[in-house]
């Protein structure tokens, strides 16, 4: 075992090279240039930004409105993001550099809002608890993929098994008329997905990204085959019994995290007591450190007596079993009935926030809270009556996607067996 | 030291002249390398069959009152489904026969159209399938190629109909140009990113192409509006100048971009064999490791060959507008992006090979639409069909254990395609 674990500790020693660590500084400091000169110049010192605290039909836990001058609200977002830019270009943040973009990326978001705002009122308790909810199909894609990956096989089906599972869902909760049965459903139909993908990419050592793609197509058609041959006919199949509300007693009181956190309905819990389970299952426990070996040198693993196909099969289910809890959520747990491509490519940027977040649990529910929170401020600033057209607010998600992936991809954190069929010899 | 570098020198030429005289297609019999996607083609109908019969009331209805009616009652469905899939896509032989008889060229033509039509199906298909064909050689994985389709036709719309008094053969090939242009700026996006920063071709296409769906909504119902559209997403119709055009009257859509696309084909099947160049690029896909210690530079190969796979993504738009279409919405494609990936690698990434396949599945498109009428299935029976069909071709073991087929000597061709973390 202790083979393994040395080769494990000595990947997680990575530092940050200089031509990145300049760059994230530029990013920086353009940021902080980019809240001074396009809102702050921009705003009269005596305008007010007004920010409502408690989403709109909550009566627990409720909190004041905000009131911010938005002149000095948007000048000190834009010095904090100066000063950590010029941080990172001289001395450099090391191991909290993703924590400081991260940082300066709320800033600009935040700053963005109070001059969207200015002289309005904004809910952004509402906003925020609807970042929430859509961050969990994206939190949960990533889990999923971390899951696949950690044990080497490279999953990019999820946006498929998220779909297969989210018509399943409709159409066993319509017929049982029981959102738990409708649940289970849409992770069955996920598992036999991740069943397709383990047998073509471990058995007949397919091209992993090739055998996703598969998957990806098959739920495509299959999914608009069911719902144009039977769904539209019979708005009975498409109708499922949802997961409703569920305040947590007493959590659900504290004001603005209550309603935001512990007001949700059932998926918000799932997403953290999967991050918590996956959190200590992968670094705190025998079974983790056995999936983290497959993935990262499963010969090593292999001559220690590991089971590398056995493992990484249990890896490619277990992420169909989060894929179709996150594709549920599409229909039992927000929108209520299954259209066809409404996953709309949130099994993606689940992939996108997995290598966001390092493929750790922790950094990939931070990442994908970030891409819930792009999502929600396009929905939300349209009633403002922006000037700014809604396709522009619907691109951020995808934008913000591609700009993480050249800021944070290739520091060699990712497994290192992955994509890579296994040979006993 | 320095014998142990020459060494390794005339290791790597070796490797890539092995590689070349690998994909000589010459060396290896024609239907030893066809069998394998012929079989898959063959396994997805029969699958697409069942499905047919599986997915209909009636033949339940059928299988309540006795086992013998009940698979009666299948395969007849199956029958007229595959019927009205063979008659909307090939013709009705009866008629063809009728007509060719008759001699009346109103008649012949009318009772050909389904088959002309098919070919007009194929078109998008055969630049598509190309694109990411060119994208696999290089060890590229173009998922983009919808979004770079988008927005190659949202340009050639653009000069299509802003510019006037053009004659046609300037007009119809800027426009057609600026088609490519327009798809190659938008594959060269994620080439830069994955040769510069290694960020992952699959997830950044994909990114593009959700990109490029917004940005021509908002086109479509802002700039590039038709005025008198009263708000719907819809683009001007394009000058007579700027159409590809079409060789018999309407409503036989048969048009020049067929032959286009197959000069196209030929186009690349001679770079990527028969150049330097070539010969570069697939270095770079099938042995990156090689390509870089033999000096090639994979940055420069990566962002070239993302923007020709996305210039031919956008002639595969550039042409649906101004041959078919004549003007832009967003209903452009029935999701060649997506369909083409299949087509690639059916097509075992072989420009023939792809025009081949773009053929058959452009007809299977098209006799798909005829289906759907006759016995109301829906057509996107033809992606799962086509779903099926790429999981044989990409696992030749299950279909060589459903045929006991022996298993190649030679071992086949794998196509490159790198993790996340990127090779550099």
């Known amino acids: 075992m202790t083979t393994v674990s040395r080769v494990i500790e000595h990947k997680r020693i990575v530092g940050i090279s200089t031509p990145r ?20 110049a921009k705003t009269s010192g005596e305008t007010l930004t007004k920010f409502v605290m408690t989403p709109g039909g909550i009566d627990q836990g409720l909190m004041a409105d905000w009131i911010l001058p938005s002149k000095l609200t948007l000048t000190i977002l834009a010095v904090i993001s100066l000063a950590i830019g010029l941080y990172q270009v001289i001395r450099g943040f090391g191991k909290w550099t993703n924590l400081m973009i991260g940082i300066c990326t709320l800033s600009l978001i935040f700053g963005f809002l109070v001059w969207q705002a200015a002289d309005k009122s904004l809910n952004l308790a509402g906003m925020l608890s609807s970042a929430v909810l859509l961050a969990v199909p994206i939190t949960l894609g990533a889990f999923s993929g971390i899951l696949a990956e950690r044990s080497g096989i490279i999953n990019i089906s999820i946006e498929g098994m998220m779909l297969m599972a989210s018509m399943a869902a409709a159409v066993v909760g319509s017929v049982t008329k029981n959102a738990w049965l ?75 995290i209550g309603p935001i956190l512990f007001n949700q309905n059932l998926f918000v819990y799932l997403m953290f007591l999967i ?134 991809i290739g520091k060699g954190q990712a497994p290192a067996a992955e994509g890579e069929p296994y040979e006993k010899e | ?241 700027a159409e590809i055009p079409q060789f018999f009257p309407s409503p036989i859509r048969f048009h020049l971009g067929f032959f286009i696309a197959l000069a196209v084909a030929y186009v690349i099947w001679w770079v990527l064999f028969k150049t330097t160049w070539g010969l570069n690029l697939r270095t770079v896909g099938t042995n990156p490791r090689a390509a870089r210690y033999a000096g090639l530079s994979t940055t420069k190969s990566i962002m070239l060959a993302m923007s020709l796979s996305g210039a031919l993504a956008g002639m595969a738009g550039a042409v649906q507008i101004l041959a078919v279409n004549r003007s832009m919405a967003l209903g452009l494609s029935s999701g060649y992006g997506f369909d083409s990936i299949a087509l690639a690698l059916i097509g075992n990434t072989h420009p023939v090979g792809v025009v081949l396949a773009s053929i058959l599945f452009g007809t299977l498109r098209n006799g798909a639409t005829r289906m759907m009428v006759v016995s109301s299935i829906p057509i996107d029976i033809v992606d799962v069909i086509q779903a099926i069909i790429l999981m044989f071709v990409a696992a030749p073991a299950i279909i060589r254990s459903i045929y006991r087929l022996r298993k190649p000597k030679q071992e086949e061709e794998q196509i490159f395609l790198s993790g996340w973390g990127g090779q550099s």
């Open chain 1, 21 to 40: 660590k300049i760059i994230m500084g530029v990013v920086e400091i353009l940021i902080g240039m980019l809240i001074y000169l396009a809102f702050a």
């Open chain 2, 1 to 241: 030291m320095t014998e142990k570098k020459k060494d390794l020198g005339q290791e790597i030429l070796n490797e890539i002249n092995q590689d070349q005289s690998e994909t000589e297609p010459a060396k290896k019999p024609f239907l030893g390398k066809a069998a394998i996607p012929l079989l898959a083609i063959l396994t997805g109908l029969i699958i697409g069959a069942l499905l047919i019969a599986l997915t209909s009331q009636s033949v339940y209805a059928a299988f309540g009152e006795s086992i013998g009616k009940g698979f009666s009652q299948a395969f007849s469905e199956i029958g007229t489904a595959y019927k009205a899939l063979f008659t909307g896509a090939i013709g009705d032989p009866v008629r063809m026969f009728n007509a060719v008889g008759s001699g009346d060229s109103k008649e012949i033509r009318q009772a050909f159209n389904p088959f002309l039509e098919s070919l007009v199906q194929s078109t998008p298909y055969i630049f598509a399938g190309l694109a990411v064909a060119l994208g696999f050689r290089s060890g590229l994985f173009n998922i983009g190629v919808e979004g770079q389709l988008f927005i190659g036709a949202a340009c050639a719309t653009f000069v299509g109909y802003s510019i006037t008094g053009l004659p046609a053969w300037i007009h119809m090939p800027l426009a057609f140009l600026a088609g490519a242009l327009g798809g190659a700026f938008w594959g060269f996006i994620p080439g830069f990113l994955k040769a510069k920063t290694g960020g992952h071709e699959v997830i950044n296409t994909i990114m593009m192409n959700w990109i490029a769906f917004r940005l021509t909504e908002w086109l479509l119902s802002g700039p590039m509006t038709r005025p008198e559209s009263g708000g719907m997403p819809i683009s001007p119709i394009i000058e007579k100048s």
């Open chain 1, 275 to 408: 991050l918590i389970i996956l959190q200590v299952a992968l670094f705190q426990t025998r079974w983790g450190l056995r999936l983290r070996s497959v993935g990262e040198h499963p010969k090593a693993a292999d001559t220690l007596g590991i089971d590398v196909i056995k493992t990484r099969y249990m890896g490619v289910i277990l992420s169909g079993l989060v894929a179709g809890i996150a594709g549920a959520f599409f229909t039992l747990g927000s929108v209520g009935r299954f259209e066809e491509g409404m996953t709309a490519g949130k099994g993606f940027i689940g992939l996108a926030a997995m290598i966001f977040g390092n493929w750790m649990p922790l950094g990939a529910m931070g990442a994908g809270a970030l891409f819930g929170f792009a999502d929600a401020i396009g929905s939300k600033l349209s009633l403002l009556g922006s000037t700014i057209p809604p396709q522009f607010m619907a691109m951020a998600p995808y934008l913000i996607t591609m700009i993480v992936l050249a800021g944070f």
């Open chain 1, 182 to 256: 409708g649940l289970l459903g849409g992770i069955l139909s996920s598992i036999f997905l991740a069943l397709i993908l383990g047998v073509l990419s471990i058995k007949y050592k397919v091209n992993q990204t090739i055998s996703g793609t598969v998957i990806n197509i098959f739920s495509t058609g299959m999914t608009a085959f069911i719902s144009q041959k039977f769904l539209q006919h019979n708005a009975a199949l498409n109708n499922p019994a949802m997961f409703s509300r569920l305040p947590l007693p007493g959590l659900a009181d504290i004001p603005l």
